[in-house]
């Protein structure tokens, strides 16, 4: 299994700010994802980080709004630029487990509310 | 674009009945996940199924998967109230390890 904390693990935001959040692993992973969950939806792929490269986005989702850092095989961050009401979500970090990325595990997502 | 649809989207069922979520998905994938989601909560893995007839079973419930068919079953035995809570499955995505969610089935299980 991992273990992976979210750092804040929710905030309430004003709009045009930023947030930065933050996703610990216990152990080395060459992949960490982020995801956002709207309320009462499903989750979006929000980009992939990989230790040493620049994050790849999906599609409606851009650097400008949401950089993200992957310093080392431990750690990264996510920032939410600019925020509006729309922002509001929950977001997590994941990574995998195994050869092949097989077991996927969630951290406990950071709620956010922009007012 | 890869595709997960499941059904139903909304569960009401009571205790100690039987049902079944199913997952389709539209492209080639070896990898099927499904995870429980309570309410507040992060997502907790409960299986992956990694080839065509790979059928796995923790306590009342059973995942199967069908490559052929492109579709998974969530089976749930004899439902009990802790079953209560949004169930997801999840697709690799074909670019990557990530996943392409379902649209989860919001399970409530009643006296």
């Known amino acids: 299994s991992a273990v992976i904390s979210q750092k804040p693990s929710r905030d309430i935001c004003q709009r045009g700010t930023s947030l930065t959040i933050q996703c610990q692993v216990d152990s080395q992973v060459t992949m960490m994802f982020w995801y956002r969950q709207q309320p009462g939806q499903s989750l979006t792929l929000i980009a992939t980080?990989?230790?040493?490269?620049?994050?790849?986005?999906e599609s409606g989702f851009v650097i400008d709004k949401f950089p993200i850092s992957r310093p080392n095989l431990t750690f990264s961050t996510l920032t939410v630029s600019n925020m509006s009401p729309e922002d509001s979500s929950i977001y997590l970090c994941?990574?995998?487990?195994?050869?092949?990325?097989?077991?996927?595990?969630f951290g406990p997502g950071t709620r956010l509310l922009v007012l | 674009e890869l595709k997960v649809e499941q059904n139903p989207l909304f569960l009401s069922m009571q205790e100690g009945k039987n049902y079944t979520i199913y997952c389709n998905y539209s492209t080639t994938s070896d990898r099927l996940y499904w995870y429980r989601q309570d309410p507040g909560k992060s997502l907790e893995s409960l299986f992956v199924l990694l080839s065509n007839g790979a059928v796995k079973q923790e306590g009342r419930l059973m995942a199967s998967l069908d490559t052929k068919a492109r579709l998974s079953t969530l089976h749930i035995t004899a439902a009990v109230h802790d079953l209560s809570a949004t169930y997801f499955c999840a697709v690799d995505m074909i670019s990557g390890y990530a996943l392409n969610f379902g649209k989860g089935t919001s399970l409530l299980v009643t006296p």
């Open positions: 994941s990574v995998g487990r195994g050869t092949y990325q097989e077991t996927q595990y």
């Open positions: 980080a990989n230790q040493g490269s620049e994050a790849t986005y």
